[in-house]
């Protein structure tokens, strides 16, 4: 019985995301691994050109992978770059997959915060910020602000 591999992508979207990273791309195509839990003998890895991206097992099939992009060069826009599919077959045989010129990290696609109604404050204070790009978020939620490495927890935006 011969078993019959082969990956490939068919698509890839969305097209562009932050220089920050965070953006979930889904990977369309044929001969992904399950998620390692699944299949501990094979495994798969994902690149945004030389950026790892993390893969989301629960979202992911034979046919579709969902990754996160990793952050590349702050605020530097890239030219396109290549989406890779590495596919681990147990320790005999690794394939890969590329989607040519497929992504692009964009500055205009990352917030940037640049002033604050407030610098200091006490545990709890509100703050107040604002700066370029918050224009592509439709919620706060979608913000992760850290203050010395804490998370903040944001609101909506008060009018």
């Known amino acids: 019985l011969a078993l019959a591999h082969g990956v490939s992508i068919t698509s890839v979207w969305p097209k562009y995301g932050s220089t920050a990273g965070g953006t979930y791309l889904t990977i369309k195509g044929s001969g992904f691994q399950y998620p390692q839990e699944f299949n501990p003998w094979d495994a798969q890895a994902v690149s945004v050109g030389a950026v790892p991206c993390k893969i989301a097992p629960h979202y992911t099939t034979s046919t579709e992978i969902v990754c996160m992009t990793g952050a590349s060069e702050p605020f530097v826009s890239s030219g396109w770059v290549d989406v890779t599919v590495q596919v681990f077959y147990g320790l005999a045989r690794t394939e890969y997959a590329y989607a040519r010129n497929a992504f692009q990290y964009r500055a205009d696609n990352t917030p940037n915060v640049y002033w604050a109604r407030t610098w200091a404050g006490a545990a709890g204070a509100e703050l107040a910020f604002g700066g370029s790009g ?26």
Do not use: F, P, R, Y
């Not at 978020?137 to 944001?154: F, H, M, P, R, Y």
């Open 134 to 159: 918050m224009d592509i978020l439709t919620s706060a939620e979608q913000l992760e602000i850290k203050i010395g490495g804490v998370n903040c927890d944001t609101d909506e935006e008060a009018q």
